[in-house]
């Protein structure tokens, strides 16, 4: 049976996601997307996967560095995610934005709802995108808010 792309699409936008960035660092330069899910694997040990797309600017640079942040963001953050999601916009993406480093040196953005630094432990080609296995080196709470959700293609709040 063949799958409509389109139709697919559809049907996986009816399940509502938090927004997230993943960034990473690699040979000093600084890059990131916006991905709408990422996995728990473990607690123990600490372990959650993200899927990325092969053709994305950021995935290289991950898979050279082995490392990246998950930067959760809040519903006063669409702004933010939107930025993220612009493959043309890679250039200036971070300029006024303010992040700090933890344990791996992956950018972790300032004001987010909470954070993931994490160590890739394995990747798995799949489709068109890599997964990427990760332990959770460090993680931290941010602002208290609403998350920023994705559904059916548009972003929404709890409120």
Known sequence: MEIARDALRR?????????????????????????????????????????????????????????????????????LSKLFSDPGNKSSMLQGLEYREEVTGAPILLGVLGFLDCSVEATYQWGDHDIFLAKV????????ADPL?????????LR
């Open 137 to 144: 080196e460090k993680f931290g709470l941010g602002t208290e």
């Open 11 to 79: 049907v996986l936008g009816t399940y509502a996601t938090g927004v997230s960035i993943v960034m990473t660092k690699s040979r000093g330069m600084i890059h990131g997307l916006t991905v709408n899910s990422f996995t728990s694997v473990s607690l123990d040990p600490p372990l959650i996967l993200v899927c990325i797309d092969r053709m994305t600017a950021t995935y290289p640079l991950m898979k050279e560095s082995r490392i990246f942040s998950v930067n959760i963001l809040s519903n006063v953050q669409e702004s």
């Open 149 to 157: 959700l994705y559904y059916r293609g548009g972003y929404h709040s």
